[in-house]
C-alpha cells in the first residue's frame, strides 16, 4: 500500500494536524507522526488512512483515481471571460484617509472616460463570447458618471443572454436618476460601511453633515432596493479597530447578514497614511475575537450572521471547486476570467493591479481598449501564481485550501520571492485556517451551530473532524 504523502502542524491541544495534497485532513499524536517517519505504521494505521482516502494499492486503483480527481477538483482553471470591472472615472466626492485607488477630487479634469473610450469599451463587451455577463462599476465615485453607466448597461442587455450589474457607491450623493438605476432588476449595490456611526465619520466623511446624508441614502437604500441587494463593506484599521459588538449591531440594524472585514490596504492613500505593509498580527487578533463575537451573536439569534471571507476559506476547506472568490485560487491565474478597465482604458488584471500602477510602483496594465489585451507581462507573473511546488508551501497542511497572491506582494515587498511565512498573506491565511480548524474541531454547541450555518449544512457533523487514535 502506498500512502499519500502527508504535511503537518501543531494543534493549541497538543496533536497534530495532518493534511494530504487533495485536502484530506486528519488530527493524531506525536506517536503517529514518529511512525510515519520512521515507516513502522501499524495495520490500524494502514487501514486508517485506506479508509479515509490517504492511501491506495497502486496507480490506477480506485482509491488512487479518487485522490486524483480530489486534488484536480481543488485546482482553479480560468473560464472565459464573464467578469469585468470598469472604471468610469477616478473622480470622487469623498477624500477617505484609506483610499486604496489614489481618487481625485470631484472637479479634477482629464480622469474620465471620454466618448471615445467609452465606445472602445463597448466594443471590447461586443467581442466577448460568454453568454451571462457580470459588470462591476467602480471609481472614483461611479454615479458621477451615470450616462456611461447607462449606456454599457443598455449595450450588455442586447448583447448577452443574462446581466448582472454591480455598483460600487458610497452612498453619499444620489439623484433620483441614480435611484432609478439602482432599482433595476440585477443591479446590486456595494457600499462601505465603517462599523458604527462615529467610525465611519471619522474613517470617511469627516463632518456631521456629510454623515448624515451617508446614513440617509444607507436607510433609502435598504428601504428602496431591500438588504439582499445591498453589500456594505466595512474597512478596519487594525491598529485601533471598533468594538466586534458595534460592527455587529450595525449590520444587524440594517438587517445585512454577511459582513465582509477588510483591513486598510496597503495601496494607493492608505500607503502613506497607515502602517498597512505588516498588520498581519494585529488584524489576526482582531478577526479572531469577531468571529468569536459572531459566534456568540448566532447561537439565539433568529437571523444569523457571517464574516464573508471566513465562510468562504471554510467551505474551501470543506469542499472543492470553491473558486469563486478572486483573491484566493490556486493557481490564481489572473487577467483571463476577469480583467478591469480603467478611466483611461487600459487594461489591468485585477483591481490592485491598478492601484499598485496608479501609484508608480509597478507598471501591470496590459494593453488598452484601443488596441486590445497584451498579455505577455501579466504570464510572466502567473508562471509564478501556483502554490503546488513553492518551496515554502509544499510542507504546510493548508496548501490545498490557499493559494497566492503575487500582486499584493508586488505592492507591499516590491517581490514575489519573499520567503511565504514573511508576508503579509502567508500570516493572515495561515491564522484563518488555524482558527478553522480549531472550530472544526471544538465540541462547544455554540460553536457548532455557527459551523453548520456558515458552511450550508443543516448541522455540522462531527465526521468533519476526523481523528486517528
Known sequence: MQIVPLKFRPTDDGALLFADDAGGYFKADQDFLE??????????????????????????????SGFEYRFASRLYSPAELDYVI?????????????CQVSRVNETTPGFDWNGETLQAVLRFLGGLSTKRIKIE????????????IRQVQAFCRSKFDHCEFVICTNLQEVSPEAWAVLEEPHVFTSTSLDADRATHQAQRTKNAQTTSSFFDNLDAAVNRLGPDKISA???????????????IETFVGYGIR?????PVNHQGFARKRFDARSSAS??????SSFIDALIDFNWDADAPLEEYYFTHCLRRVLRSGHNHHADLRNPNIIGYSYVVIDHDGKFYPTDEARMVSRVGQ???????????????KIDMLNAEALNNFHPDCVHCPYQAFCGVDLVDDLSRYGRIDLPKHLTDFCQRHTYIFDKIFSLIYSEDPKVGKSLAIWSGAPRFDSSFAKVHR
Open 35 to 64: 511512525r510515519y517517519v520512521d515507516d513502522s505504521l501499524t495495520q490500524s494505521d494502514h487501514r486508517f488512512l485506506d479508509v479515509n482516502g490517504h492511501a491506495f494499492d497502486g496507480v490506477g486503483d480506485l482509491a488512487y
Open 86 to 98: 470598469l472604471v468610469p472615472t477616478l473622480r470622487c466626492n469623498l477624500s477617505c484617509g484609506y
Open 137 to 148: 462599476f467602480q471609481g472614483g465615485e461611479p454615479l458621477l458618471r451615470l450616462d456611461a
Open 233 to 247: 463593506l466595512p474597512t478596519i484599521n487594525p491598529t485601533n479597530p471598533p468594538p466586534a459588538t458595534a460592527v
Open 258 to 262: 454577511s459582513i465582509y472585514l477588510r
Open 282 to 287: 494585529s488584524w489576526n487578533r482582531y478577526h
Open 362 to 376: 509597478f507598471d501591470l496594465s496590459m494593453g488598452d481598449v484601443f488596441s486590445g489585451i497584451d498579455r505577455d
